[in-house]
């Protein structure tokens, strides 16, 4: 997911440039304005992504649980 406040082709020039403490503030809070709206988002695909994850090692447990006991037979 991407998330970033609205740019203008007129920002790359403070981006190279001096940039003073006001305006650095300003971005600051525009990326945060940016953030809030895709906090349900977020949450929600790291949910999805850690039952994925929990899942992957429940079936490799399952994996090596099956070779053990085919070797052992």
Known sequence: ??????FRPTHYAHLVGDMSHA?????????ERA???K???????????QTLE??????????RKKEVSVTVS
Not at 1 to 6: G, K, R, Y
Not at 54 to 63: A, F, N, P, S
């Open 39 to 49: 906090i349900m988002a977020i949450r929600d695909q790291t949910i999805i992504g």
């Open 23 to 31: 305006r650095y503030r300003e971005w600051v809070l525009d990326g």
């Open 54 to 63: 929990d899942c992957i090692q429940r079936i490799k447990r399952q994996r």
């Open 1 to 6: 997911m991407t998330i970033h406040p609205p």
């Open 35 to 37: 953030t809030w709206p």
